[in-house]
């Protein structure tokens, strides 16, 4: 059974940072690629940074390039994405993802609220 369970969002103030993570189970995590995606209120979900399955290659969303690292411990099955400079905008749940064995796989999220 494919399970991914994000953890680390919460409220942080403009301009402050996060790291978020995503701890997986029932697949073979070295071999997928994994992804990270966002819902903001009123808004379709949007991927926002991508990493291969060695860890070798990332894709970030434009909007937040810059201030996005997205990595991925092998040995732990897990997938994390530090956050920095962070804006009101960026206010969302936050999603990891991945495909195996041609199903697509979700975690419940975690929700980042950008705010004074």
């Known amino acids: 059974q494919v399970q991914l369970v994000e953890s680390g969002g919460g409220l942080v103030q403009p301009g402050g940072s996060l790291r978020l993570s995503c701890a997986t189970s029932?697949?073979?995590?070295?071999?997928?690629?994994m992804r990270w995606w966002r819902r903001a209120p009123g808004k379709e979900r949007e991927l926002v940074a991508q990493?291969?399955?060695?860890?070798?290659?990332?894709v970030y969303v434009d909007s937040m390039k810059g201030r996005l690292t997205i990595s991925r411990d092998n040995a732990k099955n897990t997938v994390y994405l530090q956050m920095n400079n962070l804006k009101p905008e960026d206010t969302a749940v936050y999603y990891c993802?991945?495909?195996?064995?041609?199903?697509?796989?979700w975690g419940p999220g975690t929700q980042v609220t950008v705010s004074s």
């Open positions: 993802n991945t495909w195996w064995l041609g199903n697509n796989y």
């Open positions: 029932g697949f073979t995590f070295r071999n997928s690629a």
């Open positions: 990493v291969s399955s060695a860890g070798g290659s990332t």
